[in-house]
């Protein structure tokens, strides 16, 4: 089989601004069944190619010759709902990494969100000093710096979607316990896994990823009004609060979209990152989000975004979030988690004129604390390395269907809209871990 088939191996519409094709399709996308690789014959560059999918054509047609877009769009809607039913048993990788680490990992780095919805309007004011803090006009000055640094508003508002397949690495785990004066640490856990992901987005507000890492598969996504994730231990459960953006998606892959979440900021002074002169941006999630986020025992009390603009390139060139919340425990103390993600963004390069990270690594801290009874604090200690494989803008054929939640989901939300009641299935407080940093 020729190595070049698959979905984008020609498959760039006429207006895309790449002077060479995407290569072929990762087998995370290119399924296998009965001992076959599906995929698409060679056509003329001018023509549209209906998507990979999983078995016959739905039309009965295996030669996929037909060019027409409402077939084109419905394969693309079949191939997307056949990632969200059943994610894949999760198993011992050879590495060691032991199943509740991995699920840990998971649930904290596999699809965080960012702190506060964007608007899909995002256009950053006019920079402007008069009335305005100087706090939040120098913000909007180092803001419109790194929309020129990423490739300008003119081209970042062309895009209409995009596709991402990158390939991510957990370097090490490490867990470390203390009470009441004494401290005991752990690294027996530490190991290596790897994995990948694909990420598809589409303004406005909707996002597609799926994530495998040592035989579990992470599902998240947004049609725009619902956000939500599907895990192999939970299954599908929609995320409190409002819209928000994915976390990994800010992590140098959607300029526009991280310029935005950092709209309403201020810069609250400088700070060197590997060496280099940045500026520091600060943004707050406000209380009616952290209300809205809340449900039952748990409450979200802070989500804070930092973001670390070089003064030297104006690009994003580190990340970090902090995340406080607070379980109240049924006839006992409430007890506290603390989840912190430091990200550094590396090896930017434009593809079709907009200056993307291709890489960079991600460290992660989950400190539970407050719970005097036991006298017992643990502080987890999470690594991640990530390198982008392929991306690509305005792919044909991408429609609102692909992004539809899973079905249960769908109907627990109308059910919610009818009777303006808590319907929609959300995590168990059980799985605290996940609860706090994704919802």
């Known amino acids: ?8 191996s020609k498959s760039h519409s006429r207006r895309s601004r790449s002077k060479s094709p995407v290569r072929a399709v990762s087998p995370i996308i290119i399924r296998r069944r009965k001992g076959r690789y599906v995929s698409q014959p060679d056509r003329h560059v001018s023509e549209m190619l209906p998507p990979v999918i999983e078995g016959p054509d739905p039309d009965g047609d295996d030669s996929g010759a037909s060019g027409d877009y409402s077939k084109l769009e419905r394969r693309w809607y079949n191939w997307m709902k056949c990632q969200l039913p059943v994610a894949p048993p999760s198993v011992s990788s050879s590495s060691g990494f032991k199943r509740t680490d991995l699920r840990l990992l998971l649930g904290v780095l596999g699809a965080p969100l960012g702190p506060v919805h964007v608007t899909p309007l995002d256009l950053l004011p006019h920079l402007s000093v008069k009335n305005t803090p100087m706090e939040t006009s120098s913000a909007q000055y180092i803001l419109q710096q790194y929309t020129a640094a990423s490739g300008g508003h003119k081209l970042h508002s062309s895009v209409q979607n995009g596709y991402v397949m990158g390939r991510i690495r ?23 896994e790897s994995g990948g992901f694909v990420l598809w987005h589409m303004s406005p507000d909707m996002w597609y990823m799926e994530l495998v890492l040592g035989g579990s598969k992470v599902l998240a996504g947004c049609d725009g009004k619902l956000v939500w994730r599907h895990t192999p231990w939970l299954g599908p459960h929609a995320a409190k609060g409002p819209v928000r953006p994915l976390r990994r998606a800010l992590q140098g892959l959607d300029p526009r979209t991280t310029a935005n979440m950092f709209a309403s900021a201020r810069c609250i002074g400088e700070k060197k990152i590997d060496g280099e002169d940045c500026f520091i941006l600060k943004l707050c999630a406000d209380p009616a989000t952290l209300r809205a986020r809340s449900e039952g025992a748990s409450e979200t009390i802070r989500h804070t975004l930092f973001g670390y603009f070089s003064q030297k390139t104006g690009l994003l060139v580190h990340l970090e979030d902090s995340q406080l919340t607070r379980i109240q425990n049924i006839g006992g103390e409430a007890v506290y988690w603390e989840t912190t993600i430091n990200s550094y963004l590396e090896d930017y390069k434009p593809v079709e004129g907009i200056v993307i990270a291709h890489s960079g690594r991600s460290v992660a ?12 604090n643990t502080k987890t200690t999470m690594q991640e390395a990530w390198v982008i494989d392929e991306i690509a803008f305005n792919v ?12 249960e989901l769908r109907f ?28």
Request: proline share 5%; hydrophobic share 25%; glycine share 10%.
């Open 412 to 439: 627990d939300s109308q059910v919610d809209e009818l009777s303006q009641g808590p319907k929609i299935k959300t995590l168990q407080q059980g799985s605290v871990a996940t609860r706090h940093n994704y919802g």
């Open 170 to 192: 957990t370097v090490a785990s490490e867990f470390e316990t203390g009470s009441k004066g004494s401290k005991s640490k752990n690294n027996s856990s530490k190991a290596v």
């Open 1 to 8: 089989m020729d190595k070049k088939h698959g979905l984008f």
């Open 365 to 376: 801290t989950l400190l539970r604390f407050g719970d005097m009874s036991s006298g017992h």
């Open 396 to 407: 044909p054929g991408l429609s609102m269907d692909c992004f539809i939640p899973p079905s």
